[in-house]
Nanobody
Framework: QRQLVESGGGLVQPGGSLRLSCSAS????????VGWFRQFPGAERQGVSC???????YYADSVKGRFTISRDNAKNTVYLQMNNLQPEDTAVYYC???????????????????????WGNGTLVTVSS
């Protein structure tokens, strides 16, 4: 049973930082493309940042310069460091992994994510004073 579990969400003030973790079990992430996605209330989830098995990274324009994705294959975990958080970043953040996708950018820019191989259940990030 392949599973992903997100952690690290919470309440933070504008300008603050959080680090999200995505831990895999039941499989090894080494050869998977992994991404972070977020879903605003009433909207479909969208790509935030993705990282290939080789470490190539992609960021949505809205988070460039503020968010950093990384992976630690020894820990079977992918991270999302989020700095200078703003209220518009408030969302449920999900991680996902796909074995068939080879590159970071296509994973994060798909119009439909229904066929993603593995999804986590999400962690809520709330940015408010």
């Amino acid at each position: 049973q392949r599973q992903l579990v997100e952690s690290g969400g919470g309440l933070v003030q504008p300008g603050g930082s959080l680090r999200l973790s995505c831990s895999a079990s039941g499989f090894t992430l080494d050869f998977w493309v992994v991404g972070w996605f977020r879903q605003f209330p009433g909207a479909e989830r969208q790509g935030v940042s993705c990282i290939s098995s080789g470490g190539t990274k992609y960021y949505a324009d809205s988070v460039k310069g503020r968010f950093t994705i990384s992976r630690d294959n020894a820990k079977n975990t992918v991270y999302l460091q989020m700095n200078n958080l703003q209220p518009e970043d408030t969302a449920v953040y999900y991680c996902a992994a796909d074995f068939g996708i080879s590159f970071a950018q296509p994973m994060c820019t798909m119009s439909n994510y229904d066929n993603m191989d593995v999804w986590g259940n999400g962690t809520l990030v709330t940015v408010s004073s």
